[in-house]
């Protein structure tokens, strides 16, 4: 979480995640360190379509 508000406050705007880096958490608690406003930060996530199960 620290380096993700750091990297926010150096001015990163784009942060890149996924569920398979089992990282969202630390993502999102280093968002809401970095005291910006969610608007101001674009996310791109990824996701397996076998997470969404059978249709």
């Not at 926010?8 to 809401?32: M, P, S």
Request: no cysteine; hydrophobic share 35%; charged share 25%.
């Amino acid at each position: 979480p620290d380096v993700v508000a750091a990297a926010i406050n150096q001015g990163y705007q784009l942060i890149d995640t996924a569920e398979f880096y089992a990282n969202e958490d630390g993502v999102g608690n280093g968002i809401k360190q970095s005291g910006k406003k969610r608007e101001d930060i674009f996310i791109v996530s990824k996701w397996w379509p076998s997470s969404e199960g059978e249709k």
